[in-house]
């Protein structure tokens, strides 16, 4: 069993990454080197900031530090939405979910994320949310 769930999260076409208590990142498998555009001896050893836009690195390091030193999440369940940024530069928007980490004392070593490229989703809900606000716009009343 323990090479069938190896094998599954290594070849998931979903982005499954860990990262340390620090930020720096342990496990990059197949599905992040696909998205992300980095191979994973490129990625390991790296921090997360390799896929963090540069306009929020600190408040992503100021929750994540928050995490790590608490132990605590607010987002234990469902899932969380943010940009990210490939290896060519492009930005991609993700959602992904968060499963904190423990060592058998209960400690903090870090985090696992399974992430989703909904670039293509995003676009066309913007545009549709555009489209409806120009269609509102037209049909408002006139006021006397």
């Given at each position: 069993?323990d ?8 070849n998931?076409?979903?982005t499954?990454?860990?990262s340390d ?10 599905g ?20 963090i ?18 132990g ?15 290896k ?5 928007s993700?959602?992904f ?16 994320s ?11 809900e ?19």
């Amino acid at each position: 069993m323990d090479r069938l769930l190896s094998e599954a999260v290594k070849n998931s076409p979903d982005t499954i990454l860990i990262s340390d208590k620090d930020g720096t990142i342990c496990f990059w498998n197949r599905g992040a080197e696909q998205m992300f555009g980095y191979s994973a001896a490129e990625a390991v050893g790296q921090s997360l900031d390799l896929i963090i836009p540069e306009n929020l690195r600190q408040r992503h390091w100021d929750g994540y530090n928050r995490v790590m030193a608490s132990g605590e999440t607010t987002y234990k369940t469902g899932l969380l939405s943010s940009p990210g940024i490939c290896k060519d530069g492009s930005k991609i928007s993700l959602e992904f979910s968060m499963v904190l980490l423990h060592d058998e004392a209960g400690h903090m070593q870090g985090c696992a994320s399974i992430m989703r490229d909904i670039t293509a989703r995003w676009k066309k809900e913007k545009e549709l949310k555009e489209r409806l606000a120009a269609c509102e716009t037209k049909q408002e009343p006139s006021i006397l």
